[in-house]
């Protein structure tokens, strides 16, 4: 993919969600992002957005005691008002512990889906933070695995802290 191959050239440069799912579209059609509570409060942010909601199904995974839930709730329902989202009319789509949304993009539509999850309300965003803090990964926030495959391959801001 050439936002890949961008990425591992110019690791301090942008990349875009909008530019991989377009790569990715002719190879699988439309595909699912997973992103927790966090992301999904920043996604207005996000290059191209709201148009970025049409290119993929959502999943936004609600961990256990975060705090972003009302939030969460909130920003949906604005979406509603707004027209950007519509609540799903397929109730055999909408299973408990589900709350389903439909984006409409010309003939395609995408389902936006919040998931409770019983996850550890601990995000890649606080994890990327606390390392740029105070240079280490924090303790007890990953398993020794995903610490360890971090350090080795120089991610979220662990490089050259071997």
């Given at each position: 993919?050439?936002?890949?191959?961008?990425?591992?050239?110019?690791?301090?440069?942008?990349?875009?969600?909008?530019?991989t799912?377009?790569?990715?579209?002719?190879?699988?059609?439309?595909?699912?992002?997973?992103?927790?509570?966090?992301?999904?409060?920043?996604?207005?942010?996000?290059?191209?957005?709201?148009?970025?909601?049409?290119?993929?199904?959502?999943?936004?995974?609600l961990?256990?005691?975060?705090?972003?839930?009302?939030?969460?709730?909130?920003?949906?329902?604005?979406?509603?008002?707004?027209?950007?989202?519509?609540?799903?009319?397929?109730?055999?789509?909408?299973?408990?512990?589900?709350?389903?949304?439909?984006?409409?993009?010309?003939?395609?539509?995408?389902?936006?889906?919040?998931?409770?999850?019983?996850?550890?309300?601990?995000?890649?965003?606080?994890?990327?933070?606390?390392?740029?803090?105070?240079g280490?990964?924090?303790?007890?926030?990953?398993?020794?695995?995903?610490?360890?495959?971090?350090?080795?391959?120089?991610?979220?801001?662990?490089?050259?802290?071997?």
């Amino acid at each position: 993919l050439q936002e890949v191959e961008a990425a591992i050239k110019s690791p301090e440069s942008p990349t875009y969600t909008w530019n991989t799912l377009h790569e990715l579209a002719p190879a699988f059609g439309t595909v699912g992002v997973v992103i927790g509570t966090d992301q999904l409060l920043a996604l207005p942010k996000w290059y191209r957005f709201p148009e970025l909601l049409g290119q993929a199904h959502w999943l936004i995974l609600l961990r256990a005691g975060g705090p972003n839930e009302a939030l969460v709730y909130e920003t949906l329902a604005s979406w509603e008002g707004s027209g950007l989202i519509r609540k799903c009319p397929f109730p055999i789509l909408c299973e408990e512990g589900l709350t389903h949304f439909i984006t409409q993009t010309g003939a395609r539509a995408t389902v936006l889906s919040v998931i409770r999850t019983q996850a550890p309300d601990v995000s890649s965003t606080w994890i990327r933070s606390e390392i740029a803090k105070t240079g280490e990964i924090p303790a007890n926030a990953l398993s020794p695995e995903v610490a360890n495959y971090l350090l080795e391959n120089g991610l979220y801001g662990t490089k050259n802290r071997k």
